[in-house]
């Protein structure tokens, strides 16, 4: 049986998810220049926080298709809430250090919110599974895909060409990019970089948690989420190259289409196809596909 | 330099800890022999550190080091500790060997990120092997040491003084290493690599080398874990097992040989009370502390006993 | 043969850019050449690329009888060629006294035959007291002033027992009182080693002063090359160089 169509479109599907989780983080690199491994943690925030609201809208017999609109919700209200409190009450103590350190500093917050999680919504798995169903499918051929990873997927391209029209075309983009290149520079010029690097965060974020909210629907919510998500970001964020939007969209692919390969051809291979990947892009391009070139500094 | 203290210091602990063994209660002996390995395994960090690398990857190795002992037992039938330790030792060397050529070439972030894909695709390897237990890993225990048959009751014994005399070689090992002429390239290589190069020694080769030697330590710290617990498992080539390793060495500083193995009893203490106590809280404690040491304690632990000239 | 160095006809591209442009020259043993030219002239590239830093799009650059174009720096430093940084290359975090450690330490197992009677410890105090760096022997480099971070990156150069030593601006960021006294504790240094130098520098006087020839670069090509007095008073040199005529009163010093 031919199965390229459904590695094509399972690979789609995952792709479209790696990105939506993974370009938050190349967002908060590029401009702050932070590896941020508590990306994990908010992702998880998220998608705990999607199954509180979410619940408790259809909980209280709202219509069913509101709880999309509770998804986000779910995921705005964690990136207004943890985005701003991290950044000013934690990041901004460290800036300057290292990268190596502050990524350590990230680490210890990944640490601290796996607990934080815990106390605040348990240990047992949970789930909000009525989302997911309530499309209904699709069908491909003889293939069957739930209509709801058809809207993630256009979620995805949504929020790619969101991001990358704002980056461009807005004088938003234009400051937020002036920062990326030469954050001195930019602070010469007058822009507030305090300001863009909360605000950055904050979008990141908001997006980690976009990424577990609509997620929540199709999993069992449950500690160690976070641990497992954070790989496949560094993996999707490293092959891109650190800090490029159209590179965390191409390494989203790539893993996304390796692993779907794997899955159907290979599975036991599946787990590490992706870091395997990571070791071989890195191996030729040793900063990542997309990487900005620097210039000798000596 | 506390230089010929270290050495005596470190003689001190072996005849006590040696001296003191039988005499332990099972769960001292048990919580100083994980300590002990895995102060090996971050005195290897330490020399990374030294070098101006932080590898996020040394679970690879330490799980190499312990699946070696225990695939000697599990198929092998060979239960000797000093056997087992060599395996774990020679796998994590040839591993190394063959991987420190390609990572000898990364510094920074990426040194980090590929070191963990590494560890997390022998991690994904092991998952899915079904011979070796899968998720579940698989059980080992020991018999002799260097060909002498265990008596009944001493086994426990000779795992613990396994731990001591192996931790204690290491530590020496090491300041002998780091007084010596290559072991004070780390310090230059960490500080200017460019004017290493221009001075005629071989940036790439030293740092082979010393990843090379953290391998083999972490590998053996391996090993000693696994025999010690009696159990191995792929957890231990997770990513988080090696955040682990990070955080002991951040917290110990880069001081002195005896600071990891400082930093590890602490952490092991508080990781065993606190998870005892109240289970969903200990990554919280682990984290704040981290933090604290960062911001006010940049040399680690280590740096409230010297005055550790600022970095 | 006396020549320790020549380049023949070097090319150096950065894409559009010209850094060389067919450079042919000779440098004889035991003499002292400055390299002056403005700056994108060609004079740190022609330093990389006689250390290896980068290697020529075309031509060759032989040390002796050895042809060294295109090979590593640390290949390069192991046959005898030192060189000293514009910014001064030094591990901060170590003392005055570690730094050249390192330095000694590495020259004592490079393979060539040098003056290793001494041992490593009395190398190092000779180098602290030719470069009169006693008063900061315990303190971290990166603590030093700048002058003193200038001679302890020169005395790491010459840590290596060079043949050929090239000192990249070594008075730049120097105070102007404290020139003269730098260079003459450098040379003198040098003097009793039998080395040949090659210094790049914008300060005029120093290299008249300290010079037996000059090597003017503008665009990548050697435009004069003689006696310091000559060459200083060129037409080219005086138009892409020096920029103005140097007051002929302080041409008269300078000779001196």
Known sequence: MNQIPAILIDGIIYSSWLFVIAVGLTLIYGVMKILNVAHGSLYALGAYAATAFGGYWIAHGYPPLGSYGMLVVAAIAVGLTAGPLIERGLLRLVYGKE??????VTYAVFLILEDLTKLAFGVD????????GLLGSIEVGDLIYPTYSLVLVLLSVVVGVGLAMTLNRTRHGKILQAVIHDREMAAATGIDVNRVYLVTFTIGTALAALGGALTAPTISVQPG???????????????GGLGSLGGAALGAVIVGMVRAWAVHKWPEVELFSVYAVMAAVLVMRPKGLFAVPEARKI | MLREHTTRILLAALAILLGAGPFLPKWAMFMLNVSLSW??????????????????GQGLYYCLGAYAAGVLYAKLGIGDIAVMLLA?????????????LLLAKYRDIFFAMLSLAFSMILFGLLVKTSELGSTDGFGLSVTSVAGVPLAEGWDRYAVFASAVVVAFGAALGMQRYLDSHTGRLAGAIRDNELRVEYMGASVRRVIHLNYVISAALAGLGGGLVGITIGHVDPEMAFWT????????????GTGNVLAPFLGATIFETVRSFAYEYSPNTWQLVLGITMLLVIMFLPGGLWSVFTRRRAA | MSLILEARRLNKSFGAVTAAADISVGVERDSVVGLIGSNGAGKTTFINMVTGYLAPTSGSIHYGDRDITGMAPREITRLGICRSFQIPQLFDNLSVRENLQVGVGIAARSARA??????????????IERFNLGGYRDQLAGLLPEGVRK????????????????LDEPTSGVSADEKFRLMDMVMGALKAQGVTVLFVEHDMEIVARYTHRILAFYEGRIIADGEPQAVLRDADVRRHVIGEDLHPGRAEAARG
């Open chain 1, 99 to 104: 990268e190596v350190v502050l990524v350590l």
């Open chain 1, 125 to 132: 798995p949970l789930s909000i599974p009525q989302p997911y």
């Open chain 1, 225 to 239: 989420i976070a641990a497992e998500v954070i790989v496949l970001a560094f993996a999707v964020v490293v092959i």
């Open chain 2, 39 to 56: 102060g090996t395994v971050v005195l290897g960090m330490m020399l990374l550190m030294r070098t101006g690398l932080v590898s996020f």
């Open chain 2, 88 to 100: 774990s030792a020679t796998v994590t060397v040839a591993v190394s060997t063959v991987l420190g």
């Open chain 2, 241 to 252: 097992t090696s955040g682990e390793f990070v955080f002991i060495a951040i917290l110990s």
């Open chain 3, 114 to 127: 040098g003056d290793h009677t001494q041992g490593e410890a009395g190398e190092i105090d000779t180098l």
């Open chain 3, 151 to 166: 001679l302890l990156d020169i005395a790491m150069a010459v840590a290596g027992h060079p043949n050929l030593l090239l």
